[in-house]
């Protein structure tokens, strides 16, 4: 509550926290009547955001192929954006993989969050967007502003690792089934407050 107390005026309206995340509309109308009972996972959406300049999806799904008889009992499911520069050759070692999946960006990233039992990927604003969603995530921080947001929503938002590269750590995570019900209830009620907020009255 008191980080920008030298960088607003005193007259200032802070509006800081959770419940006043900007979240879409097209992400809201997915949200879920309650948390996600999540007995195993099974679907497993991955995306490191528009750019994913330091190519994270391409290293996972090398891993993923070095490691096929341990993770093939998942279904994955990577998200480029258009500027991302190993989306030709990570759709190309997808095409080899069966339980392996690669799109280019979508109109509607709610509806396929909604859809997934798990989301792998950054620690960014989507943190918000699966909280609204119930969805448990594994995620590292791609860039200095992330690694706050990364830390203090471990157990929370997501699981935290700094090597998501490391089969036997995901691997472990991922065997976990008591863990998703409870990020899912976690971070569900925690976004409640963007619902409940009084964020409206300020906005003309």
Known sequence: QTRYDNLVPR???????????LIRNDIKKYRPRSPRKIAKVKNILVN???????????????MLQEHQSEFAQYDFLFVTGAMSSCKDELSSISDKLSFCNAIESSDDFGRLMSEADLFIGASGSTTWERGILGLPAIVLSTSKNQFKIAKDGNGIFHVFIDNLFDPSMILTILRDNNLYSKISEKSYALMQRCFDSTLSKYLV
Not at 11 to 21: S, T
Not at 48 to 62: A, E, H, R, V
């Open 11 to 21: 007259h200032c309206v802070k509006m800081l926290g959770p419940e006043f995340a």
């Open 48 to 62: 490191f955001g528009s750019s994913d300049p330091k190519n994270y999806c391409l290293k996972l799904i090398k």
